[in-house]
């Protein structure tokens, strides 16, 4: 079944040669530069801590730069076949026409880092001038248009299977087309604004981001070509290549087809820095924290995903490992849209006789609405939250923070701060998990491979 050549796959060890310098880097910069974030007011007290000496924060904008000058920096390697291949042309005195250089990759390569820098400038903005969560949400979408005009180029397909029990309906395939952009744009913008609301206590953004990059990464693995060993029990699972949303399978792309494992390898170059600067950086972030990751962070590390998600043509595996982001976002709506108060920060209420956290609450100063009321008393129907009332009245007077921190206190009783985000990462770990079983065990069930 692998009759096309498949690309060489040196550049890959290659980048994981930078990506161990990204981590050394990352290691040694960000306690170095700490004193000069705080002289430049960049800095943050810990809010769950009882000391208050001034923590350097926007730490995020020393990952972001190392990652993409890396990334830059390693253009030429991923591009290294073509450009021998070039060479070789030449000295043959042979026609261009067979040694095209892949235009088409080198722009989906150089428009995601126009992604990542945009994110990069919008999160250090934001670290700096606190903008107005409403106002940042339309930046990334902006962001996201050179990725959709890239996907627009190649083919622009807005296809999408249908599941089995549907197709009698839609048939087999349903083009969603302008709807399909909306989506992926979204999809932007609710990468990185996801992280930034799942935050507030040490190492919270950064390991979110550690969990689903290894997850990418063990994603990709599937699709390079393997020894024959290794492929058989893959096959088994069933061609699930053809099952991705927004894929050329139906132009009869098959598993290992050299199209698929170099959208799988470019997600790799983006990810195995990304893996890189993230324990890199959890190393000074985690419990008691040295440094604050900041927005930039939250920003760059959720675009780089939705760049990989739309480049390589697996944005819906990609929501898959999102599902604790989700959750949590689902949980925030009546907070985020007005519905129930939000305060500056929902993080958890520290008892520092104990050190334990416990959930933190919500104050209404003048009485809900009757929606409110309803949605609230819905969610804690659901176990999703507690609410304090008036003894007589029964009017709502308090809630928890709509936050999954606040939920795992709540359902699981008070922890320290390091328990937390270790639930935090246990919880996101098992939503890979279920994202893989789902994805590859499951989609068989609905979608024929
Ligand atoms: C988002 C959350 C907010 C949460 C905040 C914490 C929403 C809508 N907003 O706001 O509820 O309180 O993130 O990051 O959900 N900090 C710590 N410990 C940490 C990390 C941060 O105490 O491990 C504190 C520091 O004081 C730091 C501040 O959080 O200065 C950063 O908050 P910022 O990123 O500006 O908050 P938002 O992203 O606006
Ligand atoms: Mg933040």
Redesign the pocket.
């Known amino acids: 079944p692998f009759i096309e050549p498949i690309p060489p796959l040196p550049a890959l060890y290659t980048s994981f040669g930078f990506s161990i310098f990204a981590l050394l880097a990352t290691l040694y910069t960000i306690p170095a530069v700490g004193p000069a974030f705080i002289k430049a007011n960049l800095k943050?007290?810990?809010?769950?801590k009882n000391d208050k000496v001034p923590?350097p924060?926007s730490q995020g904008l020393v990952c972001a730069s190392i990652y993409i000058l890396l990334l830059i920096l390693f253009i030429p390697f991923a591009f290294s076949d073509s450009i021998s291949n070039f060479a070789n042309a030449r000295k043959t005195r042979e026609g261009m026409s067979v040694t095209e250089f892949p235009h088409y990759q080198l722009s989906v390569y150089l428009s995601s880092l126009l992604s990542l820098l945009i994110a990069t400038l919008l999160g250090f903005l934001?670290?700096v001038f606190?903008i107005r969560?409403r106002h940042k949400i339309p930046i990334p979408i902006i962001a996201s248009i050179p990725l959709l005009m890239v996907y627009y180029a190649e083919r622009g397909n807005t296809h999408v299977v249908v599941p089995i029990p549907l197709r009698p309906m839609f048939g087999t395939l349903m083009n969603l087309g302008p709807l399909y952009y909306i989506y992926m744009s979204l999809l932007s913008t609710f990468a990185t604004n996801s992280f930034?609301?799942?935050?507030?206590?040490?190492?919270?953004?950064v390991s979110q981001a550690l969990i689903i990059a290894v997850s990418v990464i063990l994603n990709d693995l599937l699709y390079l070509p393997w020894p024959l060993d290794f492929r058989i029990p893959l096959h088994l699972l069933g061609n699930n290549a053809e099952v991705e949303i927004g894929g050329v399978w139906s132009a009869g792309m098959s598993y290992g087809s050299k199209q698929l494992v170099e959208r799988h390898l470019f997600s790799l170059y983006f990810m195995l820095p990304m893996v890189a600067v993230c324990i890199g950086f959890m190393y000074h972030?985690w419990y008691p924290?040295r440094a604050?990751?900041?927005?930039t962070l939250?920003y760059v590390t959720g675009m780089a995903f939705a760049v990989v998600g739309i480049q390589a043509h697996f944005s819906k595996t990609l929501l898959l490992f999102f599902l604790p982001q989700i959750f949590n976002f689902l949980l925030?709506c009546p907070?985020?849209f007005g519905l129930v108060p939000?305060?500056?920060?929902?993080?958890p209420r520290i008892d520092h006789t104990t050190n334990l956290l416990h959930p933190s609450k919500t104050l209404f100063l003048k009485p809900p609405s009757k929606l409110t009321s309803f949605v609230l008393r819905t969610f804690e129907t659901l176990g999703l939250t507690d609410l304090t009332t008036h003894a007589s009245t029964g009017m709502i007077l308090e809630a928890n923070?709509l936050?999954i921190l606040n939920f795992f206190l709540l359902r699981l009783g008070p922890m320290n701060e390091k328990r937390l985000v270790q639930t935090l990462m246990c919880s996101q770990m098992a939503g890979s998990l279920l994202a893989f079983t789902v994805r590859y065990g499951l989609a068989g069930l609905v979608y024929d491979g």
């Open positions: 943050g007290v810990d809010l769950l923590i924060e934001d670290d606190d969560w930034n609301i799942l935050a507030g206590i040490n190492g919270s953004e972030n924290a604050f990751p900041g927005d939250c925030s907070q985020l939000c305060p500056r920060h929902r993080v923070n936050t």
